[in-house]
């Protein structure tokens, strides 16, 4: 295997994901407002594809590499979650605004929207290393996704023997990202800040990931016997991250519809694990 050409591969299936996250962006050219009932149902199938890809897909390749009990794959999904328990609670103490939000439309991307209409470098910079932390579970899984490339069994692309998970997480996280491009963009056009800067700041957010997903890909590739606790680790990460703050602002999103976006959001939690479910087993 063209070790370069792997690298080069990874780097470029994260900076899809990125890319992906201004897709959230792109509504608002031809619309003003997007619908709570959309808005929530756009969280639901976000939820339920990064669900399937973690149960279905990171849990399931985990458990395949492990022999007798399950030790270290649980430890990777227990230190997942606390990671992102941890991170997002130093996180939270971080002010990079200097100033109060209001609550309306609030998501928890660590994006502060008027940083971005100022475009100071110093808070951009800020925000870019706390975007870092916490878009790191996002790369450390498409990362991990990678880690049996060049292996028997993969999809043949580009010379490389890819992966069907490596795919099937890319194409997940690509679909994760777009509400959060959209949560962030909601607050800047409520500023009135142009439509492709709002693009660019549902990208920026998202920025970190391609590295983190070089990172992790070197690290399970190095130490193939850590790969289930690496496997471990995304999927318990990207499992809280749904539950935590993806349900949240789903139900946030749908609080003024009719049975409060419960509906919506099942609909949309069904309908992502309709289409991951059929891919993840073939």
Same mark, same amino acid.
């Given at each position: ?6 690298? =080069? ?7 899809? !994901?990125?890319? &992906? !996250? ?10 003003? $407002? ?32 492990? !022999?007798?009990?399950?030790?270290? /794959?649980?430890?990777?999904?227990? %230190?997942?979650?606390? @990671?992102?328990?941890?991170?997002? &609670?130093? @996180? $939270?103490?971080? $002010?990079? *605004?200097? +100033? ?6 609030? +998501? ?12 100071? #470098?110093?808070?951009? =910079? @800020? ?6 932390? +916490? ?30 998970? &490596? /795919? ?7 679909? +994760?990202?777009? #509400? ?6 909601? #607050? ?13 700041? =549902? ?8 590295? *983190? ?11 193939? $016997? ?8 995304? &999927?318990?990460?990207?499992?809280? @991250? %749904? ?10 999103? *749908? ?28």
């Amino acid at each position: 295997m063209n070790v370069f050409a792997a690298y =080069a591969f990874v780097f470029v299936a994260g900076l899809i !994901t990125c890319l &992906a !996250t201004g897709l959230g962006a792109l509504p608002f050219f031809v619309v003003d $407002d997007v619908s709570e009932r959309w808005t929530v149902a756009l969280w639901g199938l976000a939820s339920g594809i990064m669900l399937a890809a973690s149960g279905f897909g990171l849990l399931r390749e985990g458990l395949a590499l492990t !022999t007798g009990l399950p030790t270290v /794959l649980a430890v990777g999904v227990v %230190v997942g979650v606390a @990671l992102v328990i941890v991170a997002n &609670a130093v @996180l $939270d103490r971080v $002010d990079v *605004g200097g +100033h109060e939000h209001s609550d309306e439309h609030e +998501h928890d991307t660590h994006l502060d929207p008027e940083a971005v209409a100022e475009g100071d #470098p110093k808070k951009l =910079a @800020l925000i870019l290393g706390i975007l870092t932390v +916490h878009s790191f579970p996002e790369g450390v899984a498409i990362g991990v996704s990678f880690a049996e490339m060049g292996l028997q069994g993969g999809i043949s692309l580009f010379g490389l023997s890819v992966p069907l998970l &490596a /795919l099937v997480m890319t194409v997940a996280i690509s679909v +994760h990202n777009i #509400p959060e491009g959209l949560a962030i963009s909601i #607050p800047l056009k409520a500023m009135a800040v142009s439509k492709w800067r709002m693009v660019g700041a =549902a990208v920026f957010s998202s920025l970190p990931q391609p590295i *983190g997903a070089v990172i992790a890909f070197a690290f399970v590739t190095w130490a193939y $016997d850590f790969l289930p606790f690496g496997y471990g680790f995304a &999927a318990g990460a990207m499992v809280y @991250l %749904v539950l935590s703050e993806f349900v949240p602002e789903a139900l946030e999103a *749908g609080r003024d519809l009719d049975g409060h976006g419960y509906r919506e959001l099942v609909l949309g939690v069904v309908a992502g694990f309709a289409v991951m479910i059929p891919l993840l087993f073939v």
